[in-house]
């Protein structure tokens, strides 16, 4: 059960983010929108959003999952592989400090972005991808470790974060795309397969009662509902122009 869930009011400055998307240049005042409604659709599910404010030096920190990973044993800050956002667990870490006693860091050499980082009830499944070094995950590793977690490594092929692809609903359930479809690693799960045109939409959010799904993706959206989910959509084309999933403008906990 999730009780709170932190976000990132949207700076001017994120139409200059980062991105390797051609999708152009996100609308601001539409991207607003979104994120309102993406922490509407949070508060409906039952949890307290704490909303921080903007930050114009970092463009990309409204993408708050990759500055850390909650459990409820530790509060880990990551180490963010881009050099643009590094800065952005600065303030994190003095925000997480009101949520939590427990504060682990991942250190440099290794770097990790919590987009890589799916948790699967004590089990977490960690991504090496161009943000996130072996160095990090080996480091998460034997941090989760110490409480309790085990820590599976995925080197990633193609996609961007490893929640890009894969993401764990609850009761067995993976929405799974691309590269993770067949592999070793999930073959145990109940896999729902998010289709390649779709592809988008691998990156949903389980949220108590609910799941939220991006908008726009009836093929998806009717797998989720049929293994018995209530979804609530939410818009993210401004988002997505930013390589940015629904995930990443949120810590759930
Ligand atoms: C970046 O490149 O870091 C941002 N433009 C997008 C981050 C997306 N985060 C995520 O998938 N967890």
Redesign the pocket.
């Known amino acids: 059960m999730f009780k709170q869930a932190i976000v990132r009011k949207i700076g001017k400055s994120f139409v200059n983010?980062?991105?390797?998307s051609d999708l152009g240049t996100p609308n601001y005042d539409k991207a607003l929108e979104q994120h309102v409604a993406y922490v509407k659709a949070l508060k409906r599910s039952g949890v307290k959003v704490t909303v921080l404010e903007m930050d114009e030096n970092f463009p990309?920190s409204t993408?708050v999952?990759?500055t850390a990973v909650l459990t409820p044993k530790c509060a880990l800050i990551t180490n963010?592989g881009?050099e643009s956002?590094n800065g952005e667990i600065i303030e994190m870490k003095e925000v997480l400090k009101d949520f939590h006693d427990t504060i682990e860091y991942i250190q440099s050499p290794g770097m990790l972005?919590?987009?890589d980082v799916m948790q699967v009830e004590d089990r977490f499944y960690v991504g090496l991808s161009t943000?996130t070094n072996e160095a990090g995950g080996l480091q998460f590793k034997e941090i989760m470790g110490k409480y309790g977690y085990g820590t599976t490594i995925i080197p990633l092929k193609k996609f961007?974060?490893l929640?890009?692809g894969v993401n764990y609903l609850g009761d067995n359930n993976l929405l799974i795309a691309g590269e993770f479809i067949n592999h070793e690693a999930f073959s145990s799960y109940n896999r729902i397969v998010v289709t390649e045109e779709e592809e988008y939409a691998g990156?949903c959010i389980r949220m108590n009662d609910y799941v939220i799904i991006p908008k726009g993706f009836e093929g998806t959206k009717k797998k989720i509902e049929d293994v018995g989910y209530t979804v609530i959509e939410v818009e993210m084309s401004e988002f997505q122009k930013?390589?940015?999933?629904l995930?990443?403008l949120s810590l759930r906990f």
Not at 17 to 20: D, M, N, P
């Open positions: 983010g980062l991105t390797t990309d993408f999952e990759d963010p881009a956002r972005d919590g987009g943000r961007f974060h929640k890009t990156n930013q390589d940015g999933g995930s990443c």
